[in-house]
């Protein structure tokens, strides 16, 4: 053995890190099992993973990668200084995913990684949104420089060998910009964590994306102008071997994030795949997917989708009223053809979640209230979740506003689509955050919460899988005062987690007032979990339960559009039904 083989190897340590955001109180918002995996972590982990097996560093050098999403993992700066300067300092922190209500703490994470003289790069839709379509400078960028944190905009395929090399030496460049150059993602190393990773979310389940970039123009939209309107995709070979190597670890729960699955090529071969991996291979997938309201009319998609393990769907529905989409330039939404695709789904026992926006120039609290009551009455749509319009930096919206000078919130913290960031031409701040909680309590009470189990009940919907979800989308505003999608199991703090500028709690009052607080919440959990399993367990125990039927679970007909108030409220709504009758009645002539 020659003396370099027999050298003990340098070890490099990479921290990558998924920073979450401060909430309402200051404190960091974590949980002791998170609901929603973080696909840019995994993205980045199995990119990183896969560097380190090529020995990028060369083969002297040893790379540790690990992966903490803050959403459900405490980062202990103290401790993570303590093993880096245990490597002499050799290694670098990567934010990752960093969205713009994650910036400001993104920020208070890599400052005493600074100060210890440790490379600290920040990549994610705030940086790549704000490079994008601003000026280079807004917004807050400057924050970044002025720490030295290395601005990573773009995507990370093909580029983190050039940056891990750069940190090694010491000489991490301040900006690496790769927006222009958007790489294949087919036979690249696959999105992939951990099982300790995964076991911190519910149900065991983690995440991939089968492809990226969105083909529409919405307007509050980052996504196409981070990741571009033309799509690109992995292979049913990628798919398949993500779904190996997790299934290797006992995960095969996934929620696949692209934007619209529906509208990747590839989406046939691809559940082909996944369909021959449950079928004939055994592996017992549960899926999420998220697709566009017209994912119905593509022939087999709904069905394969639900052989493949498809068991949950996510709609951005955004509104009932068409003179809100054609603001929104979400023309590819046709509020004629909700309910026939609800249906669809509904059709194959999948469960069916739809995002609605509250705050479109045409909103007031009254057209809100009733455009839910058609909704709750008319369609057949099980979790509705909702948002308030926010002028996301990296959105046309958010560029609109901020070339004319209009004032938004300066607190980027605050841009978490449930927070009021500007001004509305038709409500108050206080009367648009007074309808986005209402809105909540209005769609979730009681009431019509047994209107959806019956729904679920007659359509072969696992009733056990409503009330979790019920349990979750009604009390996470009410309980927790944050969005469902980023709500977990207990809410976790730590005194060290307060926002900087926020008074320090003692440690005597602040422990105490912890437990309690989470006694009472559990409580509160509980309660309502009791609740809901009994209405669950009464609608399951009807001997007529699948006689059930209301207007939204009334097949689509001719007569909807005379019958149905969802196309009669508007001057905009009979509009949208006289146009696609013209479009029915030149397309029949044509054939």
């Given at each position: 053995m020659s003396i370099a083989e027999s050298r003990p190897k340098r070890r490099f340590q990479l921290l990558l890190i998924k920073p979450s955001h401060y909430g309402d109180d200051g404190y960091v918002i974590r949980w002791w099992r998170a609901t929603i995996p973080s696909n840019s972590l995994a993205s980045v982990y199995g990119i990183a993973q896969e560097s380190a097996a090529r020995q990028v560093l060369g083969p002297d050098v040893e790379i540790d990668i690990e992966a903490m999403d803050e959403f459900n993992t405490r980062i202990d700066i103290a401790k993570l200084l303590k093993r880096l300067a245990a490597h002499g300092n050799f290694g670098m922190v990567g934010l990752i995913g960093v969205q713009s209500n994650q910036y400001p703490r993104a920020l208070d994470i890599a400052r005493p990684f600074r100060d210890a003289g440790i490379p600290v790069a920040i990549g994610g839709f705030h940086v790549s949104g704000c490079l994008s379509m601003l000026d280079g400078k807004a917004v807050d960028l400057d924050a970044c420089r002025?720490?030295?944190?290395?601005?990573f905009a773009g995507?990370?395929?093909?580029?983190?060998?050039?940056?891990?090399?750069?940190?090694?030496?010491?000489?991490l460049q301040p900006l690496y910009n790769y927006l222009d150059d958007l790489p294949g993602i087919e036979g690249t190393p696959v999105p992939f964590l951990p099982l300790a990773n995964v076991k911190r979310t519910m149900g065991l389940s983690t995440s991939f994306d089968a492809g990226r970039g969105c083909p529409y123009q919405c307007s509050f939209c980052t996504i196409i102008n981070v990741q571009g309107r033309k799509s690109r995709y992995?292979?049913?070979?990628?798919?398949?071997?993500?779904?190996?190597?997790n299934w290797q670890q006992g995960v095969s729960k996934f929620f696949i994030t692209d934007d619209n699955f529906a509208r990747n090529k590839d989406w046939e071969a691809i559940l082909d795949r996944l369909i021959w991996l449950k079928e004939e291979q055994g592996i017992p997938l549960g899926l999420m997917i998220q697709v566009d309201t017209l994912c119905h009319k593509i022939p087999n998609f709904v069905e394969k989708s639900k052989r493949a393990g498809v068991t949950r769907v996510f709609l951005g529905l955004e509104s009932i009223n068409p003179e809100n989409l054609l603001q929104?330039?979400?023309?590819?939404?046709?509020?004629?053809?909700?309910?026939?695709?609800?249906?669809?789904?509904?059709?194959?026992?999948?469960?069916t979640l739809a995002g609605y926006i509250l705050g479109f120039p045409a909103d007031t609290p009254q057209s809100i209230l009733a455009d839910l009551d058609i909704i709750k009455r008319e369609l057949p749509i099980d979790i509705l979740e909702f948002f308030c319009l926010t002028p996301l930096p990296g959105s046309e919206d958010h560029q609109t506003l901020w070339k004319a000078g209009v004032a938004m919130d300066a607190d980027l913290n605050k841009y978490d689509i449930e927070h009021v960031c500007t001004a509305h031409p038709k409500m108050s701040r206080q009367a648009w955050e007074d309808i986005y909680q209402q809105a909540w309590r209005h769609y979730y009470e009681p009431a019509h919460i047994e209107t959806l189990l019956r729904r679920a009940a007659k359509t072969g919907i696992k009733l056990g899988s409503m009330v979790k979800l019920l349990l979750i989308f009604s009390l996470a505003v009410s309980l927790e005062n944050v969005h469902p999608l980023q709500s977990g199991v207990f809410r976790l703090r730590h005194p060290s987690e307060r926002r900087p500028g926020l008074a320090r709690e003692n440690a005597l009052v602040f422990w105490p007032r912890l437990a309690l607080e989470l006694a009472r919440k559990t409580g509160a959990i509980l309660s309502t979990a009791g609740r809901l399993s009994r209405v669950a367990y009464r609608v399951a125990r009807d001997p007529q339960r699948h006689d059930y039927m209301d207007a939204a679970l009334t097949p689509v007909s001719d007569d909807d559009e005379t019958e149905l108030a969802m196309f009669t409220q508007t001057a905009a709504a009979k509009q949208a039904v006289v146009h696609r009758n013209k479009v029915l009645s030149l397309t029949r002539g044509t054939a």
């Open positions: 002025e720490l030295g944190v290395s601005i995507e990370a395929e093909g580029r983190i060998d050039l940056l891990l090399q750069h940190a090694a030496k010491g000489e992995r292979s049913p070979d990628d798919v398949e071997a993500l779904v190996r190597a929104a330039k979400k023309r590819q939404n046709k509020i004629t053809e909700y309910r026939a695709m609800l249906l669809a789904w509904r059709a194959q026992g999948v469960i």
